[in-house]
């Protein structure tokens, strides 16, 4: 089945623990995505990668960083995550831009 | 810079009206736009997208959409709502089919009566 695997679905860590979230795509997609969803804010997108070892910050990058060393997997990285980044994080991946994105199931994140 | 704008934050209609949702957009050159559902718990799923020629575009579920570039819109329809469609609608723009930007708006959360 296609489609776009984020792990874990549920995470509560502790303030300044570095913490990984990763994402798989099995669609040979060029191009993948993480944002972050909050009530009122829509989605915001954090960064985007075109293609292996090609990334680029999105809107609001601060706090985080990827990484596109294979073409399957983008995962997100809080070196030293704070409360402001409690959140529901989605990555997802597409054949091109433009053709949309394929969402993954969602990581709900809780900095205490 | 590119945005997105939903005016209507919260919509309730009754089962088997109609429905639009608005979505204005601001971008310099020839968007590329797009409509996602999420319902409750869930991911996002495409609805349809706009690239260029036809003007509207027909989508999954019975739902369409208009591209208007003279008031910069992009509206969803659907003909007659079923309860299944309560959920949150977000408009997307992205700028061109090389780049991984794409821009949401803040949502349209859907409220079907009975």
């Known amino acids: 089945e296609a489609q776009v695997t984020q792990n874990p679905r549920y995470l509560i860590t502790v303030t300044g623990k570095k913490l990984t979230v990763t994402c798989s795509q099995n669609?040979?997609?060029?191009?993948m995505s993480w944002y972050r969803q909050d009530p009122g804010l829509g989605l915001r997108q954090i960064y985007y990668?075109?293609?292996?070892?090609?990334?680029d910050k999105g809107d609001v990058p601060e706090g985080y960083k990827v990484s596109r060393k294979e073409k399957r997997n983008f995962p997100l990285i809080l070196e030293s995550p704070s409360p402001n980044q409690t959140s529901l994080y989605f990555c997802?991946?597409?054949?091109?831009?433009?053709?949309?994105?394929?969402f993954g199931s969602g990581t709900r994140l809780t900095v205490v | 810079a590119q945005s997105v704008t939903q005016p209507d934050i919260h919509i309730t209609v009754s089962e088997g009206a109609s429905l639009e949702l608005r979505c204005n957009y601001s971008?310099?050159?020839?968007?590329?736009l797009f409509w996602y559902v999420q319902s409750p718990g869930q991911g996002l799923q495409l609805l349809l997208k706009?690239?260029?020629?036809?003007?509207l575009v027909q989508g999954i579920k019975g739902f369409e959409a208009e591209f208007k570039r003279s008031q910069s819109s992009f509206n969803l329809r659907k003909p007659s709502v079923h309860w299944s469609d309560a959920a949150e609608y977000f408009c997307?723009?992205?700028?061109?089919?090389?780049?991984?930007?794409?821009?949401f708006g803040q949502g349209t959360t859907l409220q079907v009566k009975p």
């Open positions: 997802a991946s597409s054949f091109q831009g433009a053709y949309g994105y394929t």
């Open positions: 669609m040979n997609h060029e191009y």
């Open positions: 990668s075109m293609n292996v070892e090609v990334t």
């Open positions: 971008y310099g050159a020839t968007p590329y």
């Open positions: 706009y690239f260029s020629g036809d003007t």
């Open positions: 997307a723009v992205g700028g061109s089919s090389n780049t991984g930007k794409l821009i």
